[in-house]
């Protein structure tokens, strides 16, 4: 069992920055994937961006370039560094990990764990 716990979100201005964290625990393998996705109300789940046990990345059209995954592995944590904020990346924000690193091969919204979410809110 996995255990992921996501932190950081709020509500900020548009062309502001965030920091969202996800404390992971359980039984964690080093080859791995894990990532962000989220989902806005009324629409579908959005992968943002993936990152695997090597420490490959890869981020979702929407936010190359304004956005940056990363991880500590000694501490099993996850993090989504966010800038330039705009209000379509109001959304809830979710961490999921699965325990092969070929799920990394895209980026996506679905994750054989994942948290509970922390709320990202872009006002105008």
């Known amino acids: 069992q996995v255990q992921l716990v996501e932190s950081g979100g709020g509500s900020v201005q548009a062309g502001g920055s965030l920091r969202l964290s996800c404390a992971a625990s359980?039984?964690?393998?080093?080859?791995?994937?894990m990532g962000w996705f989220r989902q806005a109300p009324g629409k579908e789940r959005e992968g943002v961006a993936i990152i695997d046990g090597d420490g490959d990345t890869a981020y979702a059209d929407p936010v190359k370039g304004r956005f940056t995954i990363s991880q500590d592995n000694a501490k099993n944590n996850l993090y989504l560094q966010m800038n330039s904020l705009k209000p379509e990346d109001t959304a809830m924000y979710y961490c999921g990990y699965h325990y092969i690193t070929s799920w990394c091969a895209d980026v996506r919204p679905d994750f054989r764990y994942w948290g509970q979410g922390t709320q990202v809110t872009v006002s105008s």
């Open positions: 359980g039984y964690i393998l080093s080859g791995k994937c």
